[in-house]
């Protein structure tokens, strides 16, 4: 049996009135805190690298930025989740649970 895929919250750059939140930079700055949360921990020294955490990731979807972030972030680190979530409640963002499924293969 498989393992049942980890859901995920899309905190979209859309507040609860219809209107762009701003900065325009958002999105990466909110996923640039949220960096060191990694699966392994944080790394440091030579073998240390710049990116994002795969449990809070910026995108653009259907020309929206979003932030979506991993449930597993709960279990690493629950403030980190709590901080997530309560950007988004705070700057009255929209957001829902959802599960982002993989890009079928390019047709041949």
């Not at 988004?88 to 649970?97: C, G, I, P, S, V």
């Amino acid at each position: 049996m498989t393992e049942p895929t980890a859901r995920q919250v899309f905190i979209q750059g859309i507040t609860q009135d219809g209107r762009t939140f701003r900065p325009s930079d958002w999105a990466e700055r909110l996923a640039g805190a949220m960096s060191c949360f990694r699966p392994d921990g944080v790394k440091t020294g030579i073998g240390a690298f710049i990116g994002y955490s795969p449990y809070c990731v910026p995108r653009v979807i259907n020309g929206v930025k979003c932030v979506i972030v991993n449930e597993k972030l709960r279990e690493v680190e629950p403030m980190a989740w709590d901080f997530v979530i309560n950007f988004a409640r705070d700057n009255k963002l929209q957001f829902a649970e959802a599960c982002l499924l993989p890009e079928p293969p390019p047709a041949n």
